[in-house]
């Protein structure tokens, strides 16, 4: 089947500009994760979603940054006023998260990124 | 943000030759995951490991979790060409029951065939 996908693959925008990066997760996939990688550098969180709703979005890093996933499918990475320091490759995974991550198995699958070049 | 303490950065080996990375971490993690990533693409997981003490094997590739909870290896053995790219650790499961993944920097593996 599909994996996750992502869109735009590449997004160049300018300095101060809003920008929108598209996750498409795995078909029913409960819980969905935007990491942002830098260059030399591993995926760091930004926020995970379970179903519908933010259950964890302490890795934003600041109000420029806002996600959403309205129907509990697609989300969407939006961030305002782009600095040249948000310039990276922004990852999503998703999972089928079960009750309780003792059982294990709950493997997270990547999407091939979107690489964000602010000028 | 968190990251995981990974060794060595990079990596340069013949072919046939058998690799070794680790990753420490001040805070314990429930579960260790060691991933792989290729040029243009994301992280691919290769091994999951659930219990202190785990040793766990998939092909060539050995993996173990400290006893601790506060560690994990990957060996690789008898590499080949096509084990090249990035290897990341990553922590799942603390505290608080986040089910973010922190990761390690990365180990870049390049094999000289």
């Known amino acids: 089947g599909a994996g996750v996908s992502q869109t735009p693959s590449n997004k160049v925008t300018e300095k101060g500009k809003y920008v929108e990066l598209r996750c498409d997760p795995i078909s029913g996939h409960t819980a969905l994760y935007w990491y942002r990688q830098s260059l030399g550098q591993g995926p760091e969180f930004l926020i995970y979603?379970?179903?519908?709703?933010?259950?964890?979005d302490s890795g934003l890093p600041n109000d420029r940054f806002f996600a959403v996933r309205p129907e509990g499918s697609v989300s969407t990475l939006k961030i305002q006023r782009t600095e040249r320091g948000d310039s990276a490759v922004y990852l999503c995974?998703?999972?089928?998260?079960?009750?309780?991550?003792?059982?294990?198995?709950?493997?997270?699958?990547f999407g091939p990124g979107t690489r964000l070049t602010v000028l | 943000g968190q990251q995981l303490n990974q060794s060595p950065q990079s990596m340069f080996i013949q072919e046939g030759e058998d690799v070794s990375m680790n990753c420490t971490s001040s805070s314990i993690f429930n579960t260790w995951l060691w991933y792989k990533q290729d040029p243009g693409e994301g992280p691919v997981l290769l091994i999951a490991?659930?219990?202190?003490?785990e040793l766990t094997s998939n092909g060539r590739l050995t993996a173990q979790f400290g006893i601790t909870r506060k560690d994990s290896f990957l060996n690789i053995s008898a590499s080949i060409p096509s084990d090249v790219g990035i290897y990341f650790c990553?922590?799942?499961?603390?505290?608080?029951?986040?089910?973010?993944?922190?990761f390690g920097k990365g180990t870049k593996l390049t094999v000289n065939p």
């Open positions: 979603f379970q179903g519908t709703g933010a259950a964890d």
């Open positions: 990553a922590g799942h499961g603390t505290q608080g029951g986040s089910e973010k993944l922190v």
């Open positions: 995974a998703s999972s089928l998260l079960r009750q309780s991550t003792s059982l294990g198995g709950d493997e997270q699958f």
């Open positions: 490991l659930y219990k202190a003490g």
